[in-house]
């Protein structure tokens, strides 16, 4: 049974920093494209970040690039997304997800690319 559990959301003020970590089990993690939406009250799920199955190949949404920083570590099956310079509209639900297995980075900002998904975790920026 694949599961993703995230964590690390929280409240903080306008330019400060979040570090979310997603901890994946059921998975040849080691094997799987993984990615980081989000979902804002009202609005639909959008693509934050992505990142191959090795770590060397990371993607952003141009609304992230440059605050964000995606990693993993193929050694705890866990990815973090490492978020600086926060602002308001960063505020939503933080979704891990990850790829069937084998499945490389590729349409990786399409939702539907992905198989798996974590429950989310809150991020709230305050001005």
């Known amino acids: 049974q694949v599961q993703l559990v995230e964590s690390g959301g929280g409240l903080v003020q306008t330019g400060g920093s979040l570090r979310l970590s997603c901890a994946a089990s059921g998975l040849t993690f080691s094997r799987n494209t993984m990615g980081w939406f989000r979902q804002a009250p009202g609005k639909e799920r959008e693509f934050v970040a992505a990142?191959?199955?090795?770590?060397?190949?990371?993607r952003y949404a141009d609304s992230v690039k440059g605050r964000f920083t995606i990693s993993r570590d193929n050694a705890k099956n866990t990815v973090y997304l490492q978020m600086n310079s926060l602002k308001p509209e960063d505020t939503a639900v933080h979704y891990c997800a990850a790829k069937r297995l084998g499945y490389g980075l590729g349409d990786e900002n399409t939702a539907g690319e992905y198989y798996y998904w974590g429950q989310g975790t809150q991020v709230t920026v305050s001005s």
């Open positions: 990142i191959n199955w090795g770590g060397g190949i990371t």
